[in-house]
């Protein structure tokens, strides 16, 4: 069983920085790929990003056009989402997920975090 939290979401203005963190409850963090995700209502489940297991290969949506940064520290059993240049359209629930996958689809992700809110105003 792996256990993933999100935190540091919240309300920020257009043009603002935001990172938001994902802790996994395991022993073998460093087993899994973590994706980040996010959705919005009526839509399905969107592909961010993901970083391989060790850290050395990150992959990411090409319509976040270079904005969001995934990073990870095994040591501490956490992943980072470093977001920029946050836009409206930006708003949505992030979900971190692990794999044992390197992969951009959702489906093939096992765990899941419950989501953190970010919602960007105008």
């Known amino acids: 069983q792996v256990q993933l939290e999100e935190s540091g979401g919240g309300l920020v203005q257009a043009g603002d920085s935001l990172s938001l963190s994902c802790t996994a409850s395991v022993h073998t963090f460093s087993d899994y790929a973590m994706g980040w995700f996010r959705q919005v209502p009526g839509e399905e489940r969107a592909f961010i990003g993901a970083?391989?297991?060790?850290?050395?290969?990150?992959r990411y949506a090409d319509s976040l056009k270079g904005r969001f940064t995934i990073s990870r520290d095994n040591a501490k059993n956490t992943v980072l989402l470093q977001m920029n240049d946050l836009k409206p359209e930006d708003t949505a629930v992030y979900y971190c997920a692990a794999s044992l996958y390197y992969t951009p689809v959702s489906s093939r992700y096992d765990y899941w975090g419950r989501g953190t809110q970010v919602t960007v105003s105008p």
């Open positions: 970083i391989s297991g060790n850290g050395g290969f990150t």
